[in-house]
Each structure stands twice: as structure tokens, then as C-alpha cells.
């Protein structure tokens, strides 16, 4: 018997780390079943180059999305129904933003990527999943960082067992409310908490990881994990120096799609093939990323 293709999507696939990921994919495939890749992209054109720069493969095909748009979501549910089959294998939710500003609107923005575009793509997907399919979620190191900064009780409500995606939801959503108020320390955000749109963002994330894995997947064996890349050069910190290759933090997502399920915990985090607490436990870290934090923005300044 053939073995059977998979269909995989990589959101923000057009450059840095998601292209990194559709090469690896590519390489993978040459020595079995070619796998159809969906190389999602908000921008069309630079998805068409991105597809390009690859060589113009016929297993990989360009999809526009927007994850921060439900119309663009139910369009690419539509376009998987149509296209194949109504079939996904493994999604890779690798699109996310870093926006500048300090201000409610760019956060909101960040939020509307970050963490409830990652919702609401997986509700809409996950019905299209085969059995022992898998979800990647990209998020970052930072998120259990600043969740040490969080109240012991702001704490437990992240990582709660029974917590629900209604609930998380709501977290957020006192978030925004006191970060456009400026009461984030009434509500137990530390003011020490750099970059709260991003970071917070991905320690959202990683929680909604954990609640949709006991929420969804007890159906059809399938898998979602949260996952770190690294800090890899990409235009999304100005490849700053010190970072590691995004081909590097391509190999730390694809450890999560690669490696068989009874080695992993569903609904976990991981960085380079180890599992990560969700909320750091090493004070001297986080001291160390909140004092570098502050030099990068005095350079930016």
C-alpha cells in the first residue's frame, strides 16, 4: 500500500521562521509520500514569492489567510473543503505579530493574531483534522517568563485545570480592559512586564493550548501543543544579534509534528524537544529578561 499523503497548513509561511518550516516539510517528503503543503499567507504576492524562492514545487500551494479575520478563516475552511477533500493532517499556527507601540490599539491588534486568531482557526479546523492529526502553536519562551511576574492568583487562573476557553477568553479580555485603563497592577500584572502586548499574548497561548487539548482532541486521537522556537533572527526582532538561525527554530516546531505521540503530553509546552513549565521557575531569568528588555527600549528610544 501507498502510504497516505498528508495535508498540512503553515500560517505566515511567506518568510522567517514559517518558511523555514515549508523547506523542512519539502525535504521530508522527497523520501516518502509527498505531502501537500498549504503555504498560508496573509499577502498573496508574497506568498507567490515565497512559493518562488522554493523552487515552485507542485505539492505546495499557496493559501491567502488572514488569521486575524474570521471571514478569511471561514474562506480557507472553504477552500480545504473544496480543494482536498475537506482533509488536514497537521496545522502549524506560525503567524504572529510584534507591533511597536505601547498602545491599546496595537495590542488589541497583537491579541487579535496572537491568540484569538490561533482560536478560531482551530475551531474551524479541527472538525477537518484525520485521525492522529496534530496542532503546533506557536508561542515564545517569553510567555512563561512574564507569568511570574503575575499575581499568585492572576497565576492560578492561567493555569488552572478546569479552566475553560470562555474563561481564558475572559482573562483576556480584563487584560485589554485594564491595559487601556492603565490598572494592569489592580488586576495582577507586574508594571515590570516588557512588551505586555507580545508577551502576554503568548502566555494567553500557551493556556489556551493546554484548555483546547482537553476541550477537543478526544475525538480522533489528535494532538495540540504549544511550542517555543527560540529567539531566532527574523524581521520580527529586526534579526537581532545573539538570535539563532529560524532554520534552528524550525527543528524545535517540527519536534512536536515529528515525534511519536506517546513521547509527548498533549496540550503541553516544548522548546527544542524538552518540556517547559508554563510558568518559569528560574527568578534569575526572568530578572535577566526584564533588565534587557529595558536596554532594548532605551535603544529603540
Known amino acids: 500500500m501507498t502510504e497516505q499523503k498528508r495535508v498540512i497548513l503553515v500560517t505566515g509561511a511567506n518568510k522567517g521562521i514559517g518558511f523555514e518550516v515549508v523547506k523542512k516539510l519539502l525535504q521530508q517528503s522527497s523520501s516518502k509520500a509527498t505531502d501537500i503543503i498549504l503555504l498560508g499567507s496573509r499577502d498573496i504576492k508574497r506568498g507567490q514569492d515565497a512559493i518562488q524562492q522554493l523552487g515552485s514545487p507542485t505539492n505546495v500551494h499557496l493559501l491567502q489567510l488572514d488569521t486575524s479575520s474570521k471571514e478569511s478563516i471561514i474562506a480557507?475552511?472553504?477552500?480545504?473543503?473544496?480543494?482536498?477533500?475537506?482533509?488536514?493532517?497537521?496545522?502549524?499556527?506560525?503567524?504572529?505579530?510584534a507591533p511597536r507601540e505601547n498602545t491599546i490599539e496595537a495590542t488589541r491588534t497583537a491579541f487579535a493574531?496572537?491568540?484569538?486568531?490561533?482560536?478560531?482557526?482551530?475551531?474551524?479546523?479541527?472538525?477537518?483534522?484525520?485521525?492522529?492529526?496534530?496542532?503546533?502553536?506557536?508561542?515564545?519562551g517569553v510567555g512563561p517568563i512574564v507569568s511570574y511576574l503575575f499575581s499568585k492568583e492572576l497565576q492560578q487562573k492561567y493555569t488552572s485545570p478546569t479552566l475553560t476557553t470562555q474563561e481564558l477568553d475572559n482573562i483576556v479580555e480584563d487584560f485589554l480592559s485594564a491595559f487601556e485603563s492603565h490598572n494592569l497592577e489592580r488586576i495582577g500584572y507586574s508594571s515590570e512586564i516588557p512588551f505586555p502586548a507580545y508577551t502576554i499574548s503568548k502566555a494567553a497561548l500557551i493556556a489556551l493550548t493546554r484548555v483546547q487539548a482537553r476541550?477537543?482532541?478526544?475525538?480522533?486521537?489528535?494532538?495540540?501543543?504549544?511550542?517555543?522556537?527560540?529567539?531566532?533572527?527574523?524581521?520580527l526582532n529586526d534579526h537581532a544579534a545573539g538570535s539563532r538561525s529560524a532554520a534552528i527554530g524550525a527543528d524545535s516546531i517540527l519536534y512536536v509534528i515529528d515525534t511519536p505521540t506517546n513521547e509527548l503530553e498533549n496540550g503541553v509546552f516544548y522548546q527544542d524537544g524538552k518540556k517547559l513549565p508554563e510558568i518559569c521557575d528560574d527568578e534569575?531569568?526572568?530578572?535577566?529578561?526584564?533588565?534587557?528588555?529595558?536596554?532594548?527600549?532605551?535603544?529603540?528610544?
Do not use: W
Open 284 to 301: 534569575a531569568k526572568v530578572k535577566a529578561f526584564v533588565e534587557h528588555s529595558k536596554t532594548l527600549l532605551k535603544s529603540k528610544q
Open 113 to 140: 493574531t496572537n491568540y484569538y486568531g490561533i482560536e478560531m482557526l482551530n475551531e474551524y479546523l479541527i472538525p477537518l483534522l484525520r485521525e492522529n492529526g496534530r496542532i503546533a502553536n506557536v508561542a515564545s
Open 215 to 235: 476541550e477537543y482532541c478526544s475525538n480522533k486521537n489528535i494532538s495540540i501543543y504549544s511550542v517555543c522556537p527560540g529567539f531566532c533572527a527574523t524581521d
Open 76 to 97: 480557507t475552511t472553504k477552500e480545504i473543503k473544496e480543494k482536498y477533500n475537506g482533509h488536514l493532517d497537521i496545522l502549524i499556527n506560525n503567524a504572529a505579530i
